[in-house]
Antibody
Framework: QVQLKESGPGLVQPSQTLSLTCTVS????????VHWVRQPPGKGLEWVGA???????DYNSALKSRLSISRDTSKSQVFLKMNSLQTEDTAIYFC???????????WGQGTLVTVSS | EIVLTQSPTTMTASPGEKVTITCRAS?????MHWYQQKPGASPKPWIY???KLASGVPDRFSGSGSGTSYSLTINNMEAEDAATYYC????????FGGGTKLELK
């Protein structure tokens, strides 16, 4: 079955770089797009960015200068890197599979990232 | 960027009550997706393409709308429906509504 699982450090210091991994199973990254969505504690959902089946990427314009999404199809992994982290980047980060018909039909469990010294 | 405005932000409903949550878009969109999220859990797909129920969603839920105005309706509120609901559009950049927290009275 389709599964996504996020992993990464729970704590990042301000101004440092965040690196997250989304490991997927049950589908191919070369046939599906994977997006990142984040949710600050107690707040709503914010789209972060995406990597498409062909390998191209799209980013939230507010984060674009700090953000990079890449993948390793042989390992079924998608990577998020965000630099110059600030406290407002504290959030649960979800990876999710997108389809035009069904929307974000599959989600990982999310990983909490706290930016603090 | 298309801004989605949900109303109300929070609401309470009694068992058996009819509930309507609205989502207004700043520009016309082709259709809307909806998600349900409970505390400590990931969002779940709930309604896709405006009116189609995701797998396992009770048929007391329905979705409708077009252009800039969409809604999610629950006929006969049940305790398990208490959650936060988000609308979402897919024109780049993808955006979500701010969420509607539905509580049981």
């Amino acid at each position: 079955q389709v599964q996504l699982k996020e992993s990464g450090p729970g704590l990042v210091q301000p101004s440092q770089t965040l690196s997250l991994t989304c490991t997927v199973s049950g589908f191919s990254l070369t046939s599906n797009s994977v997006h990142w969505v984040r949710q600050p504690p107690g707040k709503g959902l914010e789209w972060v960015g995406a990597i498409w089946s062909g390998g191209s990427t799209d980013y939230n314009s507010a984060l674009k200068s700090r953000l990079s999404i890449s993948r390793d199809t042989s390992k079924s992994q998608v990577f998020l890197k965000m630099n110059s982290l600030q406290t407002e980047d504290t959030a649960i980060y979800f990876c999710t599979r997108w389809s035009l018909d069904y929307g974000f039909a599959y989600w990982g469990q999310g990983t909490l990232v706290t930016v603090s010294s | 960027e298309i801004v989605l405005t949900q109303s109300p932000t929070t609401m309470t409903a009694s068992p058996g009550e009819k509930v309507t949550i609205t989502c207004r878009a700043s520009s016309s969109v082709s259709y809307m997706h909806w998600y349900q999220q409970k505390p400590g859990a990931s969002p779940k797909p709930w309604i896709y393409e405006t009116s189609k129920l995701a797998s396992g969603v009770p048929d007391r839920f329905s979705g409708s709308g077009s252009g800039t105005s969409y809604s999610l309706t629950i006929n006969n509120m049940e305790a398990e429906d208490a959650a936060t609901y988000y609308c979402q559009q897919w024109n780049y950049p993808w955006t979500f509504g701010g969420g509607t927290k539905l509580e049981l009275k």
